[in-house]
Protein backbone atom coordinates (compact mmCIF):
# COMPACT_ATOMS: atom_id res chain seq x y z
CA UNK A 1 0.00 0.00 0.00
CA UNK A 2 1.47 3.30 -0.95
CA UNK A 3 0.56 6.81 -0.34
CA UNK A 4 1.33 9.81 -2.82
CA UNK A 5 0.42 13.12 -2.92
CA UNK A 6 0.28 15.14 -6.05
CA UNK A 7 0.84 18.68 -7.03
CA UNK A 8 -1.73 21.56 -8.68
CA UNK A 9 -3.20 19.54 -11.47
CA UNK A 10 -5.31 22.41 -13.12
CA UNK A 11 -6.93 20.72 -15.47
CA UNK A 12 -3.81 18.89 -16.77
CA UNK A 13 -6.24 15.70 -17.60
CA UNK A 14 -3.26 14.03 -20.03
CA UNK A 15 -0.41 14.78 -17.29
CA UNK A 16 -2.61 13.25 -14.78
CA UNK A 17 -3.10 10.20 -16.40
CA UNK A 18 0.33 9.70 -17.18
CA UNK A 19 1.06 10.24 -13.70
CA UNK A 20 -1.14 7.38 -12.59
CA UNK A 21 0.45 5.06 -14.91
CA UNK A 22 4.05 5.52 -14.03
CA UNK A 23 3.04 5.37 -10.72
CA UNK A 24 1.42 1.88 -10.76
CA UNK A 25 -1.92 3.46 -8.54
CA UNK A 26 -4.13 0.81 -7.61
CA UNK A 27 -7.06 2.12 -6.13
CA UNK A 28 -7.66 -1.31 -4.57
CA UNK A 29 -4.68 -0.60 -2.12
CA UNK A 30 -3.39 2.78 -2.88
CA UNK A 31 -4.25 6.41 -1.61
CA UNK A 32 -3.63 9.60 -3.19
CA UNK A 33 -3.70 13.08 -1.78
CA UNK A 34 -4.64 15.80 -4.27
CA UNK A 35 -2.83 19.10 -3.01
CA UNK A 36 -5.78 21.46 -4.59
CA UNK A 37 -6.21 23.62 -7.71
CA UNK A 38 -7.53 20.59 -9.94
CA UNK A 39 -9.16 23.16 -12.36
CA UNK A 40 -8.86 25.80 -14.40
CA UNK A 41 -5.76 26.79 -17.49
CA UNK A 42 -4.96 23.06 -18.35
CA UNK A 43 -7.97 22.86 -20.29
CA UNK A 44 -9.32 19.58 -19.43
CA UNK A 45 -10.65 20.64 -15.91
CA UNK A 46 -13.72 18.64 -16.56
CA UNK A 47 -12.46 15.36 -17.52
CA UNK A 48 -9.72 15.90 -14.21
CA UNK A 49 -12.69 16.35 -11.71
CA UNK A 50 -14.68 13.58 -13.41
CA UNK A 51 -11.32 11.26 -12.95
CA UNK A 52 -10.54 12.33 -9.55
CA UNK A 53 -14.14 11.92 -8.21
CA UNK A 54 -14.27 8.47 -9.88
CA UNK A 55 -11.33 7.47 -7.58
CA UNK A 56 -12.94 9.51 -4.69
CA UNK A 57 -12.90 6.79 -2.29
CA UNK A 58 -8.90 6.43 -2.45
CA UNK A 59 -8.39 9.85 -2.30
CA UNK A 60 -8.17 12.79 -0.22
CA UNK A 61 -8.32 16.24 -1.57
CA UNK A 62 -7.40 19.54 0.06
CA UNK A 63 -9.31 22.67 -1.40
CA UNK A 64 -7.11 25.16 -3.88
CA UNK A 65 -8.14 29.04 -4.69
CA UNK A 66 -8.81 27.87 -7.96
CA UNK A 67 -10.96 24.84 -6.53
CA UNK A 68 -13.45 27.59 -3.91
CA UNK A 69 -13.77 29.98 -6.95
CA UNK A 70 -15.28 27.49 -9.44
CA UNK A 71 -17.65 26.84 -6.43
CA UNK A 72 -18.33 30.31 -5.71
CA UNK A 73 -18.82 31.17 -9.54
CA UNK A 74 -21.56 28.04 -9.74
CA UNK A 75 -23.61 30.05 -7.14
CA UNK A 76 -23.69 33.04 -10.22
CA UNK A 77 -26.68 33.60 -12.24
CA UNK A 78 -26.15 31.86 -15.68
CA UNK A 79 -25.60 34.73 -17.61
CA UNK A 80 -22.75 35.37 -15.59
CA UNK A 81 -21.18 31.86 -15.52
CA UNK A 82 -21.62 32.18 -19.55
CA UNK A 83 -18.51 34.93 -19.16
CA UNK A 84 -16.11 32.80 -17.94
CA UNK A 85 -13.82 31.08 -19.40
CA UNK A 86 -14.78 27.98 -21.89
CA UNK A 87 -12.56 25.64 -19.69
CA UNK A 88 -14.66 26.57 -16.28
CA UNK A 89 -18.04 27.06 -18.57
CA UNK A 90 -17.61 23.49 -19.91
CA UNK A 91 -17.97 21.77 -15.99
CA UNK A 92 -20.46 24.58 -15.28
CA UNK A 93 -22.66 23.39 -17.65
CA UNK A 94 -21.96 20.09 -17.48
CA UNK A 95 -24.58 17.35 -16.58
CA UNK A 96 -22.93 16.31 -13.78
CA UNK A 97 -21.89 19.87 -12.10
CA UNK A 98 -24.40 19.48 -9.13
CA UNK A 99 -23.01 16.13 -8.31
CA UNK A 100 -19.17 17.22 -8.50
CA UNK A 101 -19.69 20.47 -6.91
CA UNK A 102 -21.97 18.82 -3.83
CA UNK A 103 -18.23 16.80 -3.48
CA UNK A 104 -16.05 19.45 -3.86
CA UNK A 105 -17.71 21.16 -1.13
CA UNK A 106 -17.32 18.33 1.11
CA UNK A 107 -13.53 18.34 0.82
CA UNK A 108 -10.91 19.47 2.86
CA UNK A 109 -8.63 22.50 3.53
CA UNK A 110 -6.63 20.63 5.86
CA UNK A 111 -5.72 17.07 6.12
CA UNK A 112 -3.19 15.56 8.60
CA UNK A 113 -2.46 11.79 9.17
CA UNK A 114 -1.22 11.22 12.68
CA UNK A 115 0.11 7.56 11.54
CA UNK A 116 2.64 8.85 8.56
CA UNK A 117 3.28 12.25 10.36
CA UNK A 118 2.06 14.29 6.83
CA UNK A 119 -0.31 17.31 6.77
CA UNK A 120 -1.76 18.58 3.64
CA UNK A 121 -2.68 22.18 2.70
CA UNK A 122 -2.68 23.57 -0.98
CA UNK A 123 -0.74 26.92 0.36
CA UNK A 124 0.11 27.37 3.80
CA UNK A 125 -0.36 28.03 7.45
CA UNK A 126 -0.51 30.97 9.76
CA UNK A 127 2.96 31.54 11.54
CA UNK A 128 1.09 31.65 14.92
CA UNK A 129 -0.75 28.31 14.50
CA UNK A 130 0.01 25.05 16.22
CA UNK A 131 -1.40 22.33 14.18
CA UNK A 132 -4.33 21.99 16.45
CA UNK A 133 -5.22 25.90 15.97
CA UNK A 134 -5.01 25.14 11.91
CA UNK A 135 -7.11 21.82 12.12
CA UNK A 136 -9.63 24.07 14.12
CA UNK A 137 -9.47 26.76 11.51
CA UNK A 138 -9.94 24.27 8.70
CA UNK A 139 -12.95 22.73 10.19
CA UNK A 140 -14.62 25.80 10.65
CA UNK A 141 -14.12 26.79 7.35
CA UNK A 142 -15.21 22.77 6.41
CA UNK A 143 -18.36 22.90 8.16
CA UNK A 144 -19.73 25.77 6.81
CA UNK A 145 -19.02 24.84 3.27
CA UNK A 146 -20.33 21.37 3.58
CA UNK A 147 -23.64 23.05 5.28
CA UNK A 148 -26.62 24.29 4.00
CA UNK A 149 -25.07 27.95 5.02
CA UNK A 150 -22.59 27.32 2.26
CA UNK A 151 -23.58 30.10 -0.35
CA UNK A 152 -23.39 32.78 2.37
CA UNK A 153 -19.57 31.92 2.55
CA UNK A 154 -18.77 31.20 -1.21
CA UNK A 155 -20.71 34.62 -1.88
CA UNK A 156 -18.41 36.57 0.29
CA UNK A 157 -15.30 34.21 -0.57
CA UNK A 158 -13.19 37.17 -2.33
CA UNK A 159 -11.57 40.07 -1.16
CA UNK A 160 -8.08 40.39 0.49
CA UNK A 161 -9.25 41.71 4.09
CA UNK A 162 -8.20 40.54 6.73
CA UNK A 163 -4.87 40.14 5.73
CA UNK A 164 -4.10 37.66 8.51
CA UNK A 165 -5.97 35.59 10.70
CA UNK A 166 -6.46 36.57 14.11
CA UNK A 167 -8.01 34.77 16.83
CA UNK A 168 -10.15 37.79 17.14
CA UNK A 169 -11.95 37.66 13.96
CA UNK A 170 -15.85 36.69 13.94
CA UNK A 171 -17.88 34.99 11.16
CA UNK A 172 -17.13 35.84 7.55
CA UNK A 173 -13.71 37.78 8.21
CA UNK A 174 -12.68 35.26 10.01
CA UNK A 175 -13.36 32.48 7.69
CA UNK A 176 -12.21 34.58 4.69
CA UNK A 177 -8.53 34.75 6.55
CA UNK A 178 -8.42 31.23 7.15
CA UNK A 179 -9.31 30.40 3.69
CA UNK A 180 -7.00 33.08 2.59
CA UNK A 181 -4.06 31.73 4.58
CA UNK A 182 -4.52 27.99 3.64
CA UNK A 183 -5.47 28.81 -0.28
CA UNK A 184 -3.41 31.98 -1.58
CA UNK A 185 -0.32 32.41 0.74
CA UNK A 186 2.85 32.36 -0.01
CA UNK A 187 4.81 35.30 1.58
CA UNK A 188 3.85 37.15 4.89
CA UNK A 189 5.16 39.12 7.36
CA UNK A 190 6.02 37.88 11.33
CA UNK A 191 2.60 38.64 12.22
CA UNK A 192 0.82 36.76 9.57
CA UNK A 193 -0.20 39.32 7.29
CA UNK A 194 -0.26 38.13 3.58
CA UNK A 195 1.29 39.98 0.32
CA UNK A 196 -0.99 38.86 -1.54
CA UNK A 197 0.62 40.60 -5.15
CA UNK A 198 4.18 38.45 -4.56
CA UNK A 199 3.82 35.62 -6.65
CA UNK A 200 8.05 35.06 -7.57
CA UNK A 201 10.37 32.80 -6.08
CA UNK A 202 12.40 32.90 -2.06
CA UNK A 203 14.28 36.60 -2.27
CA UNK A 204 12.16 38.48 -4.67
CA UNK A 205 9.87 39.22 -1.81
CA UNK A 206 9.42 42.99 -0.54
CA UNK A 207 11.60 43.66 2.74
CA UNK A 208 9.81 42.19 6.07
CA UNK A 209 8.17 39.37 4.19
CA UNK A 210 9.26 36.19 4.10
CA UNK A 211 8.09 32.59 2.81
CA UNK A 212 5.11 31.64 5.07
CA UNK A 213 7.52 28.45 6.49
CA UNK A 214 10.77 31.16 7.30
CA UNK A 215 9.38 33.59 9.36
CA UNK A 216 10.61 33.90 12.45
CA UNK A 217 9.35 32.77 15.24
CA UNK A 218 6.54 30.71 13.86
CA UNK A 219 5.03 27.74 16.12
CA UNK A 220 6.45 24.59 15.89
CA UNK A 221 4.05 22.09 14.58
CA UNK A 222 5.73 18.13 14.93
CA UNK A 223 4.61 17.59 11.55
CA UNK A 224 5.70 17.43 7.91
CA UNK A 225 3.83 19.61 5.80
CA UNK A 226 2.98 18.65 1.66
CA UNK A 227 1.84 21.54 -0.01
CA UNK A 228 1.43 22.88 -3.64
CA UNK A 229 0.09 26.38 -5.05
CA UNK A 230 3.38 28.09 -5.65
CA UNK A 231 4.89 27.29 -9.08
CA UNK A 232 7.80 29.80 -8.77
CA UNK A 233 8.91 27.84 -5.41
CA UNK A 234 9.00 24.62 -7.54
CA UNK A 235 10.10 21.22 -5.94
CA UNK A 236 11.08 22.17 -2.24
CA UNK A 237 11.98 20.64 0.54
CA UNK A 238 13.14 22.14 3.79
CA UNK A 239 12.16 22.34 7.50
CA UNK A 240 9.92 19.96 7.35
CA UNK A 241 8.00 21.73 4.46
CA UNK A 242 7.03 19.84 0.89
CA UNK A 243 6.52 21.72 -1.85
CA UNK A 244 5.14 19.90 -5.13
CA UNK A 245 3.63 22.77 -7.32
CA UNK A 246 6.02 22.30 -10.18
CA UNK A 247 4.09 24.08 -12.66
CA UNK A 248 2.56 21.74 -15.01
CA UNK A 249 0.12 23.96 -16.45
CA UNK A 250 2.78 26.14 -17.35
CA UNK A 251 5.02 23.58 -18.85
CA UNK A 252 6.73 22.06 -15.79
CA UNK A 253 6.41 18.67 -14.28
CA UNK A 254 3.07 17.32 -12.34
CA UNK A 255 4.71 16.14 -9.20
CA UNK A 256 3.67 13.30 -6.87
CA UNK A 257 5.04 12.46 -3.72
CA UNK A 258 5.66 9.18 -1.75
CA UNK A 259 4.34 9.97 2.13
CA UNK A 260 4.80 5.95 3.13
CA UNK A 261 8.31 5.85 3.14
CA UNK A 262 11.10 6.91 5.34
CA UNK A 263 12.85 8.95 3.17
CA UNK A 264 9.99 10.90 0.92
CA UNK A 265 10.27 10.33 -2.95
CA UNK A 266 9.88 12.29 -6.24
CA UNK A 267 7.88 11.34 -8.99
CA UNK A 268 7.15 13.21 -11.97
CA UNK A 269 6.00 13.38 -15.29
CA UNK A 270 6.72 16.54 -18.10
CA UNK A 271 3.88 18.22 -19.52
CA UNK A 272 2.27 18.42 -22.84
CA UNK A 273 4.84 20.21 -25.37
CA UNK A 274 2.20 22.41 -25.85
CA UNK A 275 2.10 24.12 -22.43
CA UNK A 276 3.97 27.85 -21.47
CA UNK A 277 3.37 30.47 -19.01
CA UNK A 278 1.84 33.52 -20.69
CA UNK A 279 3.27 36.96 -20.00
CA UNK A 280 2.97 37.76 -16.85
CA UNK A 281 2.74 34.80 -15.52
CA UNK A 282 0.07 33.48 -13.34
CA UNK A 283 -1.06 31.83 -9.85
Not at 2 to 14: E, F, L, N, S
Not at 131 to 139: M, V, W
Not at 171 to 179: P, Q, T
Request: aromatic share 8%; net charge positive.
Amino acid sequence: MATYAIGDVQGCYPELQRLLEKLRFDPAQDRLWFCGDLVNRGGESLATLRLVHSLRDSTTLTLGNHDLSLLAIALRKQDAQSRVNPELREVLFAEDAPTLFEWLRSQKLLHHDETLGWTMVHAGLAPSWTLKQAQRSAAEVERELSSPRHARLLKNLFGNRPAAWSSRLQGIDRMRASINTMTRMRFCDVNGRIDFESKGAPGTQKPGMYPWFEVPGLRRRETRIVCGHWSALGRFAGLDVYGIDTGCVWGGKLTALRLDQEEPQYIAVNAEPHRKRPPGGGD
